[in-house]
C-alpha cells in the first residue's frame, strides 16, 4: 500500500531557485492538500484541492502554486524560493470531508 | 486562521503513568480527529470521532467527542516509551468552509523509561 507518497525527501535550494514537491496518491481520494510545519506553529495549510481541476488557498498560500490535473497528483511549486519558506511540508489526501491520510514530508532548507 | 486551543502544550511523564490532554474550540464542530505524529514522519490517524458524547478506543487510547460538541479529550493509559511523539487533535467545524480541517497546534510527549 503506497497510500501518500511525496518526493524529494530532503532538498536544499538557494534563494530564488523555483522547485516543484511532487505528491501522488493512490486512493482515489477527491481531497488533496499541502501544509507546512515549523516549531511552534502546527500544521500550516498551503493550498487545497476538493477535487481535478479544483483548487483554493488555504491559511499561507504566498510564494506557493499548486494545480490538480488528475486525482492522483497535486505538485506544490515554489516560484522564486526564500529563506522564509524552509520547512517542513505534508502533502495529505482524503475522501470528502474525512480523516486526512499524510505523506512522510519534504524537508526543504533555502539558503 | 481558525485554530484549535490544545492543552497541554508538552508533558514529560514516567513510563506507566496515564495521559490526558484536550482540544477546545469556541465553535461547533461535526468531526473530531487525534493523529501521533513521530519524529521524522507525517501525522498518522488515530482514533475519529463523528457524533457528540461518541467514546473511542483504540487499544490504550481513548478519546471522546464532547457533549457541547466544542470539546474533545484524549486519554493514553499505562504509557510506554513508544508513546513519545506530538499529538495533533483536528476537526471539520460545523459552519463555514467544512471541507478545510482545523488543527490545534500539538500536545509534545515524552516518556521517561
Known amino acids: 500500500n503506497a497510500g501518500v507518497t511525496q518526493t524529494p525527501k530532503f532538498q536544499v535550494l538557494k534563494t530564488g531557485q523555483s522547485m516543484t514537491l511532487q505528491c501522488a496518491q493512490d486512493?482515489?481520494?477527491?481531497?488533496m492538500s499541502w501544509y507546512r510545519q515549523d516549531p511552534g506553529m502546527g500544521l500550516r495549510l498551503i493550498h487545497y484541492?476538493?477535487?481535478?481541476?479544483?483548487?483554493d488557498q488555504g491559511e499561507v498560500p504566498n510564494g506557493y502554486n499548486v494545480s490538480r490535473s488528475t486525482t492522483e497528483d497535486f505538485p506544490l511549486r515554489l516560484l522564486s524560493a526564500a529563506p522564509s519558506q524552509t520547512s517542513v511540508y505534508f502533502c495529505?489526501?482524503?475522501?470528502?470531508?474525512?480523516?486526512?491520510?499524510f505523506g512522510q514530508g519534504t524537508r526543504l532548507t533555502v539558503v | 486562521g481558525q485554530q484549535l486551543n490544545q492543552s497541554p502544550q508538552s508533558m514529560f511523564i514516567q513510563e506507566g503513568e496515564d495521559v490526558s490532554m484536550n482540544c477546545t474550540s469556541s465553535?461547533?464542530?461535526?468531526?473530531w480527529l487525534w493523529y501521533k505524529q513521530d519524529p521524522g514522519e507525517g501525522p498518522v490517524l488515530l482514533i475519529a470521532?463523528?457524533?457528540a458524547g461518541e467514546l473511542t478506543s483504540n487499544g490504550r487510547l481513548t478519546a471522546q467527542f464532547g457533549i457541547t460538541r466544542k470539546d474533545s479529550f484524549l486519554n493514553i493509559s499505562a504509557s510506554i516509551p513508544s508513546d513519545v511523539g506530538i499529538y495533533f487533535c483536528?476537526?471539520?467545524?460545523?459552519?463555514?468552509?467544512?471541507?478545510?480541517?482545523?488543527w490545534g497546534l500539538g500536545t509534545s510527549l515524552a516518556v521517561n523509561p
Open positions: 495529505a489526501s482524503s475522501p470528502a470531508d474525512s480523516e486526512a491520510f
Open positions: 465553535s461547533i464542530f461535526n468531526t
Open positions: 470521532l463523528y457524533k
Open positions: 484541492s476538493v477535487g481535478a481541476g479544483i483548487t
Open positions: 483536528a476537526g471539520f467545524p460545523n459552519a463555514g468552509n467544512n471541507r478545510k480541517l482545523i
Open positions: 486512493m482515489n481520494h477527491e481531497y
